[in-house]
Structures are given as C-alpha cells and as structure tokens.
C-alpha cells in the first residue's frame, strides 16, 4: 500500500503533483482532488515527486508526513549560495593525511543519512554502504591485508599488471608507512546488487555525494582505487570478511576521516573538455 492521501482542507487542487509524477500514475479525480487507482500502485517509483512538489504541504505518501522535510524556501529554493558551492567542487581536494582520531558517532552517521539520499537509477536505493567505523577496526583490516598482500609477494602470485603492489608491502614491512589506506580511520566501500538498473553508477554517484558533503563538514576524502583492487580482485575473502553480499557489485572505496592537511586555495585546471554535438 502507497498510503497516498491528500488533506483536502489544505489543497489547492492545483494539480503539480499529478503534472510531475514521472510514472504518471497520479489523476486528478471528478471532485478535483489528486487520487491514485489501487490497479496502479505498483507502478509508483516511490520518488516522493508528490510530497515534495506539493505548495501547502497537502500529499503524503508512503507513511511520510511533509512535515518531515525540509523546507525548500528562498531565491535560491533553500539550496546553497552558487558561489559557495562552487567554492566546494573546485575546493575539494584528495586527503592522504589524517589525523589518528575517530570521527564523532552522530557525524558519521549524518554523513552516510545524507549521502543516501543520491540518486539511483529507476529509484532502486539498493546502494549499501559497508563501513569501518574505528581505527581500530581500520587498523585490524589493514594489518590483515598487508599479510595477505605479503603472502602473495613472498610466492609471486600477484596478477600480471599488478605487481606495484609489492612496493606497497614493502614500504609497510620495512618502514610502517601505509601507502594503501594512508593512516585513515575510517572506510566505506559501496556496492549494489547486480540486478538493479545501475549499479556501479549508483555506487559512484552516493559516493560523489558522500565526498562533497563529507568535505563540507571537515571530513578528508579519497577515492581508493587500490583498495578497491584488493578487496574486489586479489584478496576476494576480505569481501567476505567485510560482510558485502555475493550478489553485490562493488562500486568503489574510499577512505575518510578528520585530515591533518588544510588546503587555502582552489587549484586552476585546463578549460572542460565540450563537444557541441550536432552543430551544422
């Protein structure tokens, strides 16, 4: 059941949320309020277009009342200032140094609340984030990696193409720098079951989300593609030992945690690379 309901009292009859629902299954009955047939509930998306669209907060939907949202008001429709968001993408830098501290309990949780709320194909929200959320959780994952790593040097069984990784193991071994995790408290790693639309993107999108907002609270970020290659292809059992479900796919890893780096100025690239198709 969608528990689609419309406060009479309060509604407009102004139709928006019939106008935007992507799967079009809202209709505006005889007596001019918004109604979905029961035979089309199974054809809503779950979006909450409805809810959010609506001006005097009249739809809910899913259980959900709109006065749990956030309200959407200003010039600017309660997003923040161009500039300042501007500010953070171009502001936002890898962090390969941080601090050796837990992240706040309430932040951590915050971060991943919001990053959720990324967009997924066909609005599927499988996306699951698996996270270490300790030191010394991180410490322990480490210390076994590196062993596993090191078994696989000692008998020169790294793929082809992936030998670097044995300067990696020796790097730890002889000076107990970690170029893998780099010192980072905290990991996430997103996958998504193989059977959704978009898995990958899904993952890569809520983790662009994650970095952007992680950032703008003081949290360090960085994409972790070598992590990412030993837990997805040489050392599969610590997917295991991570709890990701078999039929997930693994979108990316990323390490984060309070950086002891602070950056004071945007970098400058190369002007966006832009095709304009179709031009006669």
Known sequence: MLDFEVQKESCTLCGECAADCPARIIAMGDDGY??????????????????????????S???????????LTGVTGGYPDPVALE?????????????????????????????????TGVNSRQVRFTVLDSKEKM????????????KMVKES?????????????????????????RDAPHLLVASAPKCVASPVQ???????YFELFAQS????????????KVINDLLPLNRQRLGIPDDH????????????VHFVRTVQHTPALIHRALNE
């Open 202 to 208: 899904d993952c890569l999108i809520a983790l662009s």
């Open 249 to 260: 796919v693994i979108g990316y890893a990323m390490v984060f945690g309070k950086p002891d």
């Open 87 to 119: 500010t953070l993408i171009k502001g936002r830098r890898s962090v390969r140094r941080y601090k050796n501290e837990n992240l706040d309990p309430a932040l951590f949780q915050h971060l991943l609340d919001v990053a959720w709320h990324a967009p």
């Open 157 to 181: 069984t790294l793929p082809a193409g992936m030998e670097y990784y044995t300067n990696f193991v020796k790097i730890w071994e002889k000076h107990h720098v970690d170029l893998l995790f």
């Open 34 to 59: 918004p109604f979905i047939a029961p035979e089309k509930e199974a054809s809503c998306y779950k979006c909450q277009h409805c809810l959010a669209i609506c001006p005097t907060g009249s739809i």
């Open 217 to 228: 609270n003081g949290v360090g970020t960085v994409w972790n593609g070598l992590v990412y």
């Open 139 to 150: 410490a322990q994952f480490r210390d076994d990696v590196m062993a596993g790593l090191g």
């Open 61 to 71: 939907i899913l259980g959900l009342d709109p006065a749990g949202s956030i309200a």
